[in-house]
């Protein structure tokens, strides 16, 4: 096993090659500035890398992670990187980006323990327990990613409540909020049209988003039981003829 991670410094020096006889200069003018027009709110989950999923360059998205993508009301590391990319980037819109099959929400959707991160996830046990008919009444396969959007719904409605985000809206300052997932199945983002611009639209935007995701996994759940209970009918009517 490698102790000095020489691999990852070669595979950078490719890179850094690569990117300035691309664009002769880069470097030296992402120095010069940073000027992005997106704050990304994601989860550290290593099969999500932010700027590769939208092709933007460095420079061109600023970048918040931690586990299951949370916006935590007491955590100031999260808020600072909104007061700042609000405040000082002027950035114009935040996404809130969650993705299927996330280990953390799955963690919390079955109460599996952890360590020291089960307090983390608390909150997005939080969310579950909100939902927690509407995710009862779902087959097993289907409430995990149920959960991640819902999660994503809650956490892009948080970024709107925060004092950082409500005071730009009140000085007249454009900033759009969004709530987005993405599939680890197929390298596709999905918007879950929770979209706010200003505080009178957070309350519609996001029950509108909720209906929505709760529509499509209720579609959902009839076509697992569709799936289910076919066999069992086709067994029914061989045996009967």
Request: hydrophobic residues 45%; contains cysteine.
């Amino acid at each position: 096993m490698s102790t000095d991670l020489q691999e990852l410094f070669q595979s950078n020096r490719a890179w850094a090659a690569k990117t300035e006889a691309r664009e002769p200069g880069f470097f030296t003018r992402l120095l010069q500035q940073q000027s992005p027009q997106y704050l990304w709110i994601g989860c550290a989950d290593s099969r999500v890398p932010a700027n590769d999923l939208v092709g933007l360059l460095p420079g061109e998205l600023f970048v918040h992670r931690n586990v299951a993508n949370l916006l935590v009301h007491s955590d100031l590391n999260a808020l600072s990187v909104i007061q700042y990319a609000v405040d000082a980037l002027k950035v114009s819109h935040i996404i809130v980006v969650g993705h299927s099959n996330c280990g953390g929400v799955r963690a919390a959707m079955m109460n599996q323990r952890a360590g020291l991160v089960d307090n983390w996830l608390r909150h997005v046990q939080d969310v579950r327990d909100a939902h927690e008919g509407f995710l009862a009444g779902l087959h097993e396969s289907l409430q995990v990613n149920a959960l991640v959007e819902l999660n994503v719904l809650e956490q892009a409605r948080n970024v709107c409540r925060t004092t950082v985000v409500t005071d730009a809206w009140q000085r007249g300052q454009s900033v759009v909020v969004h709530g987005w997932v993405y599939g680890l199945h197929n390298g596709l983002l999905e918007d879950l049209r929770i979209t706010a611009t200003s505080a009178t639209e957070v309350g519609l935007a996001y029950d509108t988003a909720l209906a929505l995701v709760k529509q499509r996994y209720r579609q959902q759940q009839a076509q697992v039981l569709a799936d289910t209970t076919a066999p069992a009918t086709q067994n029914g009517a061989l045996n009967a003829d």
